[in-house]
């Protein structure tokens, strides 16, 4: 009890009774949520709630800080990072929910944030708002921050007069897509600091170790065996010309970066990457969690089909999937079906375009399509666990025995070397 007690905070509030007159005062509860409630079962309407201390987070509150979405600096428009972004959407969806109107909700967000960037912004879309502006021509002044996809659910949700319910559905969306890049990262951490360890290594033996040798080596004038003469000539090229080759790995990104803006290569790119072994299939699954999860959240968000289509095929990220998308808007655009499209492709999985075509003949895409996201998403996981179980041990015996063979060359002569002076 005493805990719980702990917990508690004051929440000043401005609300409407039933009479349409306003009142004031405070309520005590546990989080900013439960305050709301209270309010809402003293039969009034709350209009503005905020902490007693000030705007100030308590302990409990669903309100978190939310000062670092934008960086702390003045005037500051980086771009939301996605957990940031779920945040946000979803406190604004709590907000709504709770009966607060939309101005008043991000006035109420605007003043739980300590770092001016955020508040001014949040106080800008207010003040667009306020000014006749709607909510989503107020974000897509901030593409930066706010995607297309983002903007197109809000507008929908506004002409369908759900704007809290789309606001949740849209963070559930950003939420799932949040969890499989993280659980793709989390896969790909051990690999990376395995590789980044090894590469350390090997350049510590190229740049100390082997020098040491050769020195000893060159000293003696004995005759070394084909291997050393190999990593001492190997390592003499790396010391000298390292600049070259920093170089050329430099002109290879720079090139890399440059070839990107020619759809041609994006699309043999793309195209090399799904026939990749292995890897190929993997990234197949991918996109076809991504392709199903933001077509069906459009789709449920009240975007219309085709517009859904043009914002998908935006948001692919993938040319070949890209062509694949605008191939289905022609189609569907003339009364064709998805999923005879989608057959043709070679990009997406069967049984994904099975379970398309069941939801076209059932009148229920959007939740045939989220049945999809959701199987590809687990398939994702186990796969990427797999791969990962595989590619670890893999990585540490590529790696020890590049040093085991650098070793071995270095000893060699070296334990000739003493047994010539022994005898």
Known sequence: MREEELRMQLFNYTAIDASGAEKKGQVEAISF????????????????????????????????????????????????????????????????????????????????????????????????????????????????????????????????????????????????????????????????????????????????????????????????????????????????????????????????????????????????????PVFGPLIQKIIASRFSRTLSTLLSGGVPILRALELTKEVSGNEVVSRAVAAVYGSVREGGFISRVLEHSDVFPQLMINMIAVGEESGALDKMLAKVADTYEEEVEITTNALTSLLEPMLVLGVGSIVGVIVLSMFLPLITLIQSLTQ
């Not at 939301?80 to 779920?86: A, E, M, R």
């Not at 101005?103 to 708002?129: D, P, W, Y």
């Not at 003499?236 to 759809?263: D, H, M, P, S």
């Open 33 to 276: 949520a439960e305050a709301l409630t209270r309010i809402k079962q003293m039969d009034l309407f709350p209009s503005e709630v905020v902490p007693a201390d000030g705007g100030k987070k308590g302990r409990g509150s669903l309100i978190p800080a939310l000062g670092h979405i934008f960086g702390a600096r003045k005037g500051s428009r980086q771009t939301i990072k996605p957990q940031d972004l779920v945040i946000f959407t979803r406190q604004l969806s709590v907000l709504l929910d709770a009966g607060l109107a939309l101005v008043r909700s991000l006035h109420t967000l605007e003043k739980q944030v300590r770092f001016e960037a955020m508040s001014v912004l949040i106080g800008e879309l207010a003040g667009m708002i306020e000014s006749g502006k709607t909510f989503s021509d107020a974000l897509a002044h901030y593409p930066a921050a706010f995607s297309k996809v983002y903007v197109n659910i809000i507008k929908a949700g506004e002409t369908g007069g759900a704007l809290d319910e789309v606001l949740k559905n849209l963070a559930d969306y950003l939420e799932r897509n949040l969890r499989l890049t993280q659980r793709i990262q989390a896969a790909l951490i051990y690999p990376a600091l395995v590789l980044t360890v090894s590469v350390g290594i090997l350049g510590f033996i190229i740049a100390f170790v082997i020098p040491r040798f050769m020195a000893l080596f060159e000293d003696s004038g004995m005759s070394l065996p084909l291997i050393t003469m190999f990593i001492m000539h190997l390592s003499k090229f790396l010391l000298a010309r390292w600049y070259v080759i920093a170089g050329i790995i430099a002109g290879l990104i720079v090139g890399y970066r440059v070839l990107l803006y020619n759809i041609a290569f994006r699309f043999f790119r793309d195209s090399l990457v799904l026939r990749l």
